[in-house]
C-alpha cells in the first residue's frame, strides 16, 4: 500500500493508531500441511518460500514472543558470501544472490547496502590465507579482490597500518558484501508469507512434540493449545537443542552468547564492513550513524540474551587497535544473540531420524547472512523430500560419519580467522 505524505503527517499526528496490519494475527487452526516452530528470519522464510515458490501454503509460523525478539534483531546486520569450503561457497552465494533481488521480491525496503566486506591480513601466512580463499571464491564465481596496504591506505585511511603487535599488511575485500536492516527483513519476510496464505502465530510457546504410536510426529503441544502438523519444521536457532529435545533428539551443538554493540551518532566515518583478522573484530556504520561491531562468542554455554564484561573488555581493546580514533567514541549499549554453534562451525539443514521432523539449526557466526537461502533451501527439503544441491553437504548425519564441513577449524570455538 502506498502512502502520501500527508496521510504519513496525519498518522504521526495521531500517535500511528490507525495504520493497517501490516500482517494478520491469526487464532491457530486446529492442523496444518507444515508448522515451522520459530518466526526469526529462518523461519520467516522458509514459510514465505514454501508458499510463494513452492505453493505450500497451508502453514503456520509459530513464536513464542513477537516477530524480531530473537537473534534476527540481534545481530551486526552483515552480509557476505566470502567462504573457502565447497560446501559452503555456493550456498552462501545463493543467500548473497537472494539478497540483492530481496526488496524486489517482496516489495518491502530492507535496506539492503552492498558497501563491501573487507577482512584484513597481518602476517604473510594471513596473506597466504587469504589469497587462497579469493581464488577458491573466484573459482566459484564469487567477487574478490586482494588489496595492498597502499590500497587500503585510500580506502580506509583511519586504520593504524603500523600497530606494533598486529601491522596491517593488506585485505582481501568482496565489493558485493555489505548490510542490510535486520528487523526489516523479519517485518519483509512476515508480510509476504502472510500474503501468501501463511498464517504467523506470535505469543505461541511450544511447550511439547506429540509422537504418535510409531514416533511419527503428529504435531506440537502450545500455550494455545494442539497444534496438528502433516510435517514439524525446527528453526529456533540457539534454542534448536532444547526444542529437539522435546521430540527425543539429541543434537550435536552448544549455545553460547554473542554479543553485538552500538556507538552514538558520528557523522560518516567508514564506508564499507572492515574485520579485523587477528582479534576478531568487525565495524560498520549504521544509516544513523552509530558504528556497529562485535566480536568472539563469549565461550561459556548461555542462553541468556547478555554478555559479561571481559568480552566487552576483548571487544574494545581489538577495535581500539584497529582504529585508535575509536577510543573517543561513547558506546551506547550492547545485547546478545544466542548462537547454535556446531563442531565443524557450518550449519545443519536435513530431515531428522524421526518421521515428519526436519531441522534448521546450527548456524554459528552465519545466521543472519544465511537468512533467504536457508528459507529458500529448507522450504525446498520440506516441499520436495529432497535435499537442494547446495546444502548436499549439511546433512546432520556428517557428525556420525566423519564428513565435516569444517569452515572454522575450531568448531565451537571462537573464530580468529
Known amino acids: 500500500m502506498r502512502y502520501s505524505a500527508f496521510s504519513i503527517l496525519k498518522q504521526g499526528l495521531s500517535g500511528n493508531r490507525h495504520w493497517s496490519r501490516a500482517w494478520r494475527a491469526p487464532e491457530p487452526q486446529p492442523r496444518y500441511d507444515v508448522v515451522i516452530v520459530g518466526g526469526g528470519g529462518h523461519g520467516l522464510a522458509t514459510a514465505y518460500y514454501l508458499a510463494s515458490k513452492f505453493g505450500v501454503r497451508n502453514v503456520a509460523v509459530l513464536e513464542k514472543g ?9 545481530n551486526t546486520t552483515i552480509i557476505r558470501s566470502n567462504y573457502l569450503l565447497p560446501g559452503n561457497n555456493p550456498f552462501y552465494e545463493i543467500s548473497l544472490k537472494l539478497w540483492e533481488g530481496l526488496e524486489q521480491d517482496f516489495n518491502f525496503n530492507s535496506m539492503v547496502s552492498q558497501r563491501g566486506v573487507l577482512n584484513l591480513f597481518h602476517s604473510d ?32 585511511p583511519m586504520l593504524d597500518f603500523d ?55 503428529e504435531g506440537v503441544e502450545t500455550t494455545r493449545g494442539f497444534i496438528g502438523a502433516g510435517k514439524l519444521a525446527l528453526a529456533t536457532a540457539g534454542h534448536s537443542s532444547q526444542t529437539a529435545r522435546m521430540a527425543g533428539l539429541r543434537l550435536p551443538i552448544e549455545s553460547h552468547v554473542l554479543q553485538a554493540f ?4 558520528l557523522k560518516p566515518f567508514i564506508d564499507t564492513v572492515v574485520t579485523f583478522g587477528v582479534g576478531h573484530f568487525y565495524i560498520s556504520q549504521s544509516d544513523k550513524g552509530g558504528l556497529v561491531f562485535g566480536g568472539d562468542i563469549d565461550g561459556y554455554n548461555s542462553y ?33 544473540g544466542v548462537m547454535d554453534m556446531t563442531m565443524d562451525g557450518s550449519p545443519i539443514i536435513d530431515r531428522t531420524p524421526i518421521e515428519n521432523l526436519y531441522l534448521n539449526a546450527g548456524w554459528c557466526y552465519g545466521g543472519f547472512k ?27 548425519d556428517r557428525f556420525e560419519r566423519g564428513y565435516l564441513l569444517d569452515e572454522t577449524g575450531r568448531g565451537a570455538q571462537p573464530n580468529l580467522h
Open 125 to 156: 601466512g594471513q596473506r597466504d590465507a587469504a589469497i587462497r580463499r579469493g581464488n577458491a571464491m573466484r573459482l566459484h564465481g564469487v567477487d574478490a579482490e586482494l588489496l595492498s596496504r597502499d590500497d587500503l591506505r585510500k580506502r580506509v
Open 66 to 74: 513477537y516477530l524480531g525478539s530473537g537473534n534476527i534483531g540481534r
Open 262 to 265: 552500538v556507538s552514538e551518532g
Open 370 to 396: 544465511a537468512t533467504p537461502a536457508s528459507g529458500y533451501c529448507f522450504a525446498h527439503l520440506i516441499a520436495r523430500e529432497e535435499p537442494h544441491p547446495v546444502t548436499q553437504h549439511m546433512r546432520l
Open 304 to 336: 541468556a540474551q547478555r554478555g559479561n564484561l571481559a568480552l566487552v573488555e576483548h571487544v574494545m581493546e581489538a577495535g581500539v587497535s584497529m582504529i585508535p580514533a575509536l577510543s573517543r567514541v561513547k558506546v551506547l549499549r550492547s545485547w546478545g
Open 163 to 217: 600497530n606494533a603487535r598486529f601491522p596491517i599488511l593488506g585485505g582481501l575485500l568482496q565489493p558485493r558484501g555489505g548490510t542490510v536492516r535486520h528487523d526489516a527483513v523479519a517485518w519483509g519476510y512476515a508480510r509476504g508469507a502472510d500474503a501468501a496464505g501463511v498464517d504467523v502465530i506470535q505469543h505461541c510457546e511450544v511447550t511439547a512434540i506429540r509422537r504418535g504410536a510409531q514416533g511419527r510426529v
